[in-house]
T-cell receptor, first 113, second 109 residues
């Protein structure tokens, strides 16, 4: 099976712009989670989607949003970008959200100038 | 206050040494995960534990639910084990996922 894929892999934006990142889970996986990784804060949980519904959300401002489509593909959107949003954004998929091993994608590295 | 604490933060070992990385957590959990991250960012899930002990090749993970503590052991360490090892927990209150700050392991030939 193909692994989790994320697009784009690298992205440069300027402050105030918005960005959309995409994640395609492993075939058959219906749960997708998003994480932000920065040198200062480490890994932080953003949100989790299962069957097109957001199940959980981390402690991030409303500028961060996401959605999941009927084919389980997920997108996350960050509006009004700030310098501090520069990070590696990782998504992970699992068959379900219930005590399952997560499979991580390679990440999207976002640089905000 | 961090919900997940890892130690040590950095670790250098000679090839062949036995390595232990520790993880303590302060929240109720449904599962604990050990992750490996190589330079470049790719993360691999090594173990998911809710009780007891799991073994995969040279890697062993244990968890003590009562003491809220888990350990990751690497036997006969090898330079290719050099990576950052991250402990993460699935909280059973609030359905949050918390990460430790990671342990950077370098194995010298």
């Amino acid at each position: 099976k193909a692994g989790v894929t994320q697009t784009p892999r690298y992205l440069i934006k300027t402050r105030g712009q918005q960005v959309t990142l995409s994640c395609s889970p492993i075939s058959g996986h219906r749960s997708v989670s998003w994480y932000q990784q920065t040198p200062g804060q480490g890994l932080q949980f953003l949100f989790e989607y299962f069957s097109e519904t957001q199940r959980n959300k981390g402690n991030f401002p409303g500028r961060f949003s996401g959605r999941q489509f009927s084919n389980s593909r997920s997108e996350m959107n960050v509006s009004t970008l700030e310098l501090g949003d520069s990070a590696l954004y990782l998504c992970a998929s699992s068959p379900s959200p219930y005590q399952e091993t997560q499979y991580f994608g390679p990440g999207t590295r976002l640089l905000v100038l | 206050k961090n919900e997940v604490e890892q130690s040590p933060q950095n670790l250098t070992a000679q090839e062949g040494e036995f390595i232990t990385i520790n993880c303590s957590y302060s929240v109720g959990i449904s599962a604990l995960h050990w992750l490996q991250q190589h330079p470049g960012g790719g993360i691999v899930s090594l173990f998911m534990l809710s009780s007891g002990k799991k073994k995969h090749g040279r890697l062993i993970a244990t968890i003590n639910i009562q003491e809220k503590h888990s350990s990751l052991h690497i036997t006969a360490s090898h330079p290719r084990d050099s990576a950052v090892y991250i402990c993460a927990v699935d909280s059973n209150t609030g359905n949050q996922f918390y990460f430790g700050t990671g342990t950077s392991l370098t194995v010298i030939p």
